[in-house]
């Protein structure tokens, strides 16, 4: 019971408006790397921080999605701990639970604000909680990913990869402090990451972002989708590559901004080759050709196209249209974050 209340949490993980969707235009999308051109007037609007309803379907789910989650976490938080069964078990299951708590809390107070509603035990219908403060949300998230360090392992074998591990909960305690403007703490946090010598960067960065390259040396933690064989036993593929890819194989209604793509022009390799990431993340007409699901950019586009598409997180190397259920992971912190944490919380320093 304690397993399945547990995997019932991270399952939580793959609803539209935590990880399966709405996220990548939350975040990514209405950030300086993306913008919406989409002709569903209230998505296009959402990504101009243009909000006429607040019921509108991205803002909804996002909201409802992760208070089910919560919902799902308090259960096991506040019923795990009376089950009698193995007690290392027991308090690892209960520390998963606080980790995605913390998570999603994450993402609540970064998107909301702290005028939200901080739900730290499973509700009664006739429960109508009140809203928080920022700092109470904060605190609530440092408390659980702290209580959850302990219990957590370094790693996990078989049918457990994809577990939180001790190195998920610090990496987010990292982020969380890092936010807070916390250097120090996060510093400390994030530096036995460096020092423990289990993760590195991979060698082929495209490896982040397919499904063949899932749960590898750089990730961190990462949500497990399934492809559309597993729609039946409840677990579903990822749909942010079929709501932002290119135009044709998926609907584009998010693209990359032109200055993201500048970004990646501005340095080159120590070989002087260009930016091996750029080819990664974005599809462009590229001189020499450029293969866009099983056809030239040039062909689909026009040869003298200058549009810009998404291609991370998308099953390129699949000819025809991108799937709703793309069997690839969603990474939410990679070694290469951490890194990049620990260089600005040390930079902050000093």
Request: hydrophobic content about 40%; proline content about 5%; some cysteine.
């Amino acid at each position: 019971d304690a397993l399945r209340a547990v995997n019932a949490t991270y399952n939580g993980l793959l609803a539209n408006g935590t990880y399966g969707r709405w996220l990548a235009f939350a975040h990514d999308i209405r950030s300086d790397i993306g913008f919406s051109p989409s002709p569903w007037a209230d998505l296009a609007n959402f990504n101009k921080f243009t909000l006429v309803d607040f019921d509108f379907e991205v803002n909804r789910e996002i909201w409802q999605h992760h208070y089910a989650a919560i919902y799902r976490a308090n259960q096991v938080i506040a019923n795990v701990p009376g089950i009698e069964m193995d007690t290392t078990r027991r308090s690892r299951i209960v520390g998963e639970a606080r980790f995605l708590r913390a998570l999603l809390y994450f993402n609540l107070v970064n998107l909301y604000g702290g005028n939200i509603p901080l739900i730290l035990e499973p509700p009664q219908v006739d429960t109508r909680p009140g809203s928080s403060t920022t700092a109470a949300v904060w605190a609530q998230v440092e408390s659980d990913l702290r209580a959850a360090l302990p219990s957590l392992p370094n790693a996990y074998t078989g049918g457990d990869v994809g577990r939180a591990t001790s190195g998920a909960a610090r990496a987010l305690l990292g982020k969380a402090l890092l936010q807070q403007r916390k250097w120090a703490e996060a510093e400390a946090a994030l530096a036995p990451l460096v020092t423990s010598g289990r993760y590195r960067l991979v060698a082929n960065y495209a490896d982040n972002f397919t499904a063949a390259g899932e749960n590898n040396a750089e990730s961190v933690f990462e949500v497990q989708f399934g492809d559309r064989t597993q729609l039946a036993n409840g677990v579903r593929g990822l749909n942010i590559a079929k709501m932002v890819g290119p135009c044709g194989p998926s609907f584009c209604d998010g693209r990359p901004t032109r200055w993201y793509f500048n970004q990646f022009q501005l340095e080159q390799t120590n070989a002087g080759a260009a930016d091996p990431r750029r080819d990664v993340t974005i599809f462009w007409n590229r001189p020499g050709g450029m293969d866009v699901y099983g056809r030239s950019f040039a062909d689909r586009y026009g040869a003298a196209s200058t549009d810009l598409f998404f291609k991370k997180y998308g099953e390129y190397y699949i000819p025809g249209e991108q799937d709703w259920d793309a069997a690839i992971n969603y990474r939410v912190i990679r070694y290469a974050d951490v890194l990049l944490m620990l260089a600005e919380a040390r930079n902050e320093l000093t």
